[in-house]
């Protein structure tokens, strides 16, 4: 095949030319986005009921709607929380489930149980966790001063937010930070009962005068006229015109009885951006969206606001593309260093400039022909898939130094130079084909991890795959036709006929370790045999991590001030720390009490805020981070405080919402949580001291009222018309709505803002005697501490507490025993058991890779025993890298793993073309006898090698080694995958160097040959 292509450079040009052609043209519709889009198997429902305590929502509104989703498909896991005035659901499913049909079977059960939910409550929200949920960017929205919040809140919904999903590749806009305008009506209570009204007078004048006729139509003559009520009302002016007559027959306007008024609606959270309050924009893209193109329409989009609405001031916040921008300028500088490092150490090991220039040529095809793959497989560019290729670069300038040092080989053996390009690349074909496979069978499975890992893993396998199949394509094809075109009016001893004295020097110093080794052969495979362990045992002095630490100027504190506080005081206390902190920081922004965003998965309540901060340098974060918790457990020492490094779009989605070793119990006898003073009296009692409350058995101060029934009957007051009291007297109560054009006001009753007690003393009921009678003569209240949320999964309610012991199962038959005796069910959870299953799962599939890596290359070799060389080989390159990470601090992360990957599939390929080139030498070296032989094939197989290893591993090693000098959040982020590569090509390949003709020797029996014979130093020369 190589020789019929071969034969037909033009055809091969132009094949490849045209593949490029299309490559570009697929480049350009290739999506570019942060991470793959991947569907999270997990639906969360969200409940909003104001003024509803957790006891209510979970029996009213969770409880009805985990019963009607407990058939869906694919159904893992439920589980809801019930805080109040909110609850949420968290469905999850089956990895591999449709979640496009799951969404819509939610939404359709969620329809059908409406009729069985509270009247009052609004529809619960159903959002879909996808990676692309995740904001590109954060427009803060500040109103200037004078102008009206609500006028602001109408713009951004009705205006800014339509002008960005315009945008092209803008998938959704979400806002937080809403205020409403609505029509408030404070009755007059000392004329209501001068009049002998009451407050349902006024309801009933504003719904009637608000009636409209559904569909009645009148015929005059031939005509139809479809009748409308011209009592409906527009205004406060129009409410205050209407009637109000008493039981009695008094009529009067409702203006001398109520002040009617526009105010802006009460609502349970706030955003500010710094010490001023506004709204936020958050801007998702679509999936098939580039996030480099994108983001510059929405700085676009955010200027030409500044100009038209002057009203607004207008602030871009956590753009998500630096990520993105990072890894796409991390491959373009491993592209152009490595082009330069490669021209100039073939330079200085080959003496000429042909080679570089062939090699640089093949590195953009190479690159530019694997996105057909990614096409083809519906395949973004993303920061998993551009590692995926950032890894391949580094075998695929291996198999090009490979190919052409061999077809260099062959034409110095004397060979025409068309006949050396043609068994220069037959020759070492079937070993880079393994090599390539041996590199797919490690990653291939891990596409088999169950969860997001597995998703993930995907993208970077068909990367990995596309780049090194392509990288075949070329070194057996393009590259001899290169060299052919570049050499063919060269003689061969024109083109390098000596090798440079660079590499002189570097095998003359090979060839005498290579006589001291093989001097004493048992004493230095022992030596190489003891290393192996000594470098795996520093990986458990390793710090095992999942991304590596990044230099971050930004960070988020989680506050809960666990105190029953409302929304304006927990405003209060956020600007209060943010005026002490003035100066501090570059920006911040908070996000306080219940968020609006549609797309929010998490949980909130009033008695929370999550505040961003942006400093000037990482030191200044940490000094004042510390300096801001200080602060506000001096304040509030009951406030419990996260501080974290500000999420980024890999944190989100990795990051776990559930705890690592969690103890769950359900009363067998009440199924209900179990009550207060007894559990705080069972606790005391739990077999594990080092616990703290789950979210069931978090507490939180409560008023409860307590009816008289006994004098509600005695006075015939009816238990519902009290209970209608009570919720017009306290909170908001809606009325009845304005409703025009889509633009929808609310009518609400407001209330007095004083103590409750006053309000129960100073409103009455009429009794049935006709006299009236204060509220606070059939209502008492006492202040007792409940439980702040109520938990439930599966199996109904449950409690909890979270272990913090370091081996959380020494404990569990003392657990079960504790439940036993207090007739409780008991059960463990948490993410310590799925990374117990994940590790399992990953060990599991190593053994696979190194199962397939073996099948594959004794396929190859046709021999069990020879592969096993090239397997031991292994430890020794992750040694050398463990070493390197220990030296420098670095931990064990994702990045220093695919850093260990990149570099064993180098030293794999090296490995297997030693073995091949000495089985074909020994071949060669027949006619000696068994020990000459072998030792003769063992002692020139290394040096043919040496120069394509050490070629590859340089030129590796200095074009990573900028990133090690670099800062910034990409240098960061690729430093560990660094030392990893530096570690296994200089420590791992020394070793490797000498370990391979080593093992060999033992392995293929030279300890049985005779001493006589030949002598090493005859040998050696």
């Known amino acids: 095949m190589v020789r019929f292509l071969l034969a037909r450079p033009i055809a091969v040009l132009m094949v490849f030319l045209a593949l490029m052609v299309f490559s570009v043209i697929v480049f350009r519709t290739l999506p570019i986005s942060l991470l793959p889009p991947i569907d999270v198997p997990q639906i969360v429902i969200k409940v909003n009921y104001p003024n509803a305590s957790p006891e209510a929502i979970e029996q ?40 496009e049909l799951a969404y819509i079977d939610v939404n359709e059960k969620i329809d059908r149980l409406t009729n069985s939910l509270p009247s009052d409550l609004t529809r619960p929200q159903v959002i879909r966790i996808n990676t692309n949920d995740i904001p590109v960017v954060r427009v803060q929205v500040i109103p200037k001063p004078g102008f009206d919040f609500a006028e602001i809140s109408q713009l951004t919904e009705n205006v800014l937010k339509k002008r960005i999903e315009q945008l092209e590749g803008v998938s959704l806009v979400d806002i937080n930070g809403k205020k409403e305008r609505i029509i408030t009506v404070t009755p007059d209570k000392a004329a209501l009962r001068a009049l002998g009204m009451t407050e349902d007078n006024v309801i009933n004048a504003i719904q009637f005068g608000n009636e409209e006729l559904p569909g009645i139509s009148v015929e005059d003559g031939q005509f139809r006229y479809y009748l409308r009520l011209a009592t409906r009302v527009d205004s406060p002016d129009d409410i205050m015109k209407l009637p109000v007559t008493s039981d009695k027959g008094v009529t009067v306007d409702l203006a001398r009885v109520a002040t009617v008024q526009y105010e802006t609606n009460e609502v349970l959270g706030h955003h500010l951006f710094g010490e001023k309050e506004g709204l936020v924009i958050t801007v998702h893209k679509q999936a098939s969206a580039k996030m480099n193109e994108l983001l510059p329409k929405v700085y676009e989009a955010i200027d030409l606001f500044k ?22 300028s991390n491959l373009q500088t491993s592209l152009l260093f490595g082009g330069l490092f490669a021209f100039g150490v073939l330079f200085l090991f080959m003496g000429n400039y042909r080679m570089p220039i062939i090699i640089g040529i093949s590195l953009p095809t190479s690159l530019l022909i694997s996105f057909l793959v990614f096409y083809f497989f519906k395949i973004s560019i993303n920061v998993i898939s551009l590692s995926g290729l950032a890894l391949g670069l580094g075998m695929l300038i291996d198999n090009a130094i490979i190919v052409l040092d061999n077809i260099t080989r062959k034409r110095l053996d004397g060979l025409p130079i068309f006949e050396a390009c043609v068994q220069g690349v037959n020759e070492v074909m079937s070993a880079l084909v393994s090599s390539v496979l041996t590199t797919l069978a490690v990653f291939i499975p891990l596409v088999f991890l169950s969860g997001i890992s597995g998703a993930l893993f995907f993208d970077q396998a068909v990367s990995v795959a596309a780049i090194l199949g392509v990288s075949l394509l070329v070194a057996f094809i393009f590259l001899p036709m290169l060299y052919h075109f570049f050499y063919r009016k060269k003689a061969v001893q024109e083109e390098n006929g000596d090798d440079s004295r660079f590499f002189k020097i570097i095998l003359k110093g090979y060839k005498s370790l290579f006589k001291k080794v093989f001097s004493y052969k048992k004493l230095s495979f022992g030596i190489f045999i003891l290393l192996i362990p000594a470098g795996l045992a520093l990986g458990y002095l390793l710090q095992v991590e999942g991304l590596p630490p990044i230099e971050k100027f930004d960070a988020v504190v989680e506050i809960d001030w666990n105190e029953p506080i409302g929304v304006e005081q927990n405003k209060d206390r956020v600007l209060s720390i943010l005026e002490a902190m003035k100066g501090a920081y570059l920006k911040s922004e908070t996000d306080l009490g219940v968020r609006q965003f549609l797309l929010f998965d998490g949980e909130s309540s009033l008695q929370e805020a999550n505040l961003y901060f942006l400093f000037e340098s990482q030191e200044s974060k940490s000094v004042q981070m510390q300096r801001l918790e200080e602060l506000i457990l001096g304040n509030y020492p009951n406030a419990q405080i996260a501080v974290l490094d500000a999420p980024n779009a890999f944190d989100q989605l990795f990051a776990s919402n559930i705890p690592f070793y969690e103890v769950r119990w359900k009363d067998l006898a009440t199924k209900k949580p179990i009550e207060e003073g007894r559990m705080d009296e069972w606790l005391s009692a739990f077999p594990v001291k080092e616990f703290s409350r789950g979210p069931g058995l978090q507490k939180e101060a ?32 809606p009325i009845t709505d304005i409703k025009r054009f889509g633009e929808i006001t609310p009518i609400k009753l407001k209330a007095d803002k004083t103590n409750f007690e006053q309000i129960l003393n100073n409103n009455f009921l009429r009794g049935k005697d006709g006299n009236e009678y204060a509220l606070s003569n059939f209502i008492s209240f006492d202040y007792e501490n409940h439980y702040k949320f109520v938990t439930a999964d599966k199996g109904g309610l449950f409690q909890s507490v979270i272990l913090d012991s370091k081996n959380p199962t020494a404990y569990n038959a003392e657990i079960i025993n504790w439940a036993a005796d207090k007739n409780l069910g008991v059960s463990f959870f948490g993410q310590y058991f799925k990374d117990q299953e994940r590790i399992r799962e990953l060990v599991g599939i190593l053994l696979i890779s190194v199962l397939l890596l073996y099948f594959i290359l004794a396929a190859q070799f046709e021999s069990f025993i020879q592969p096993l060389i090239i397997i031991a080989t292994l430890p020794l390159g992750i040694g050398g890298a463990f070493i390197i990470l220990f030296l420098t601090g670095t931990s064990l992360n994702v990045m220093s793993a695919i850093g260990l990957v990149v570099m064993l599939g180098i030293m794999v390929n090296d490995a297997i073309l030693k073995i091949d080139t000495i089985n074909r030498l020994k071949v060669q070296y027949s006619h000696l006898s068994g020990r000459d032989a072998l030792d003769k094939a063992l002692y020139e197989a290394g040096q043919i090698r040496l120069k394509p290893i050490l070629m590859t591993s340089i030129t590796t090693i200095l074009a990573l080694l900028p990133v090690v000098f670099s800062s910034g959040l990409g240098a ?31 392995i293929a029996g030279g300890v049985r040959h005779s001493e006589g014979g030949t002598t090493e130093e005859s040998l050696f020369k």
Do not use: C, H
């Not at 008023?703 to 009291?725: C, M, N, T």
């Not at 570690?983 to 370990?995: E, R, W």
């Open 60 to 99: 009213n509104v969770l409880s009805p709607i985990r019963e009607g989703l407990m058939t869906l498909n694919g159904l893992e896991d439920v589980e809801s929380k019930a805080g109040s005035e909110t609850g949420t659901i968290r469905l999850t499913f089956d990895y591999g489930t449709k979640m």
């Open 307 to 328: 100009a038209d609405y002057n009203q607004v001031d207008f602030e871009l916040t956590q753009d998500q593309s630096v990520l993105l921008n990072a890894g796409i």
């Open 972 to 1002: 960061d982020l690729q430093r560990p995958l660094v030392f990893s590569v530096i570690g296994g090509l200089t420590i791992g390949t020394f070793t490797a160097l000498y370990f391979v003709p080593l093992a060999y020797w033992f």
């Open 702 to 733: 409560s008023v409860i009222f307590r009816l008289d029934g006994g004098k509600l009957a005695l006075y015939g007051i009816s238990p519902r018309a009290l209970q209608e009291q009570v919720k017009q007297l306290f909170g908001v109560y």
